[in-house]
Nanobody, 119 residues
Framework: QVHLAESGGGLVQAGGSLRLSCAAS????????MGWYRQAPGKQRELVAA???????NYADSVKGRFTISRDNAKNALYLQMNSLKPEDTAVYYC?????????????WGQGTQVTVSS
């Protein structure tokens, strides 16, 4: 089993910054893509940013130029640097990984971390 633990959420004023971290542990064989998703009250969960095992990234249009996703493959860790935060960034942020073992893929989710941006 693979376990994901997020940290770094909190309350920040508009224009501020936060850095989210996600640590994967357990029976890890290989992690392909990793990503951050978010879900605001009354809305569907949406992709914020993703990063492939080789380092290529993609971002939601709403966060381009403000958020930066990165990963440390040696530590099985994922990060999201969030700058110039806006009230509309308020949501629960979830870490997701595409875990691969013997050619079989499985998706794992963290428990989520709350990010609240005040105006």
């Amino acid at each position: 089993q693979v376990h994901l633990a997020e940290s770094g959420g909190g309350l920040v004023q508009a224009g501020g910054s936060l850095r989210l971290s996600c640590a994967a542990s357990g029976a890890i064989y290989s992690i392909d893509a990793m990503g951050w998703y978010r879900q605001a009250p009354g809305k569907q969960r949406e992709l914020v940013a993703a990063i492939a095992s080789g380092g290529s990234t993609n971002y939601a249009d709403s966060v381009k130029g403000r958020f930066t996703i990165s990963r440390d493959n040696a530590k099985n860790a994922l990060y999201l640097q969030m700058n110039s935060l806006k009230p509309e960034d308020t949501a629960v942020y979830y870490c997701n990984i595409d875990h691969r073992r013997w050619g079989t893929h499985a998706s794992y989710w963290g428990q989520g971390t709350q990010v609240t941006v005040s105006s």
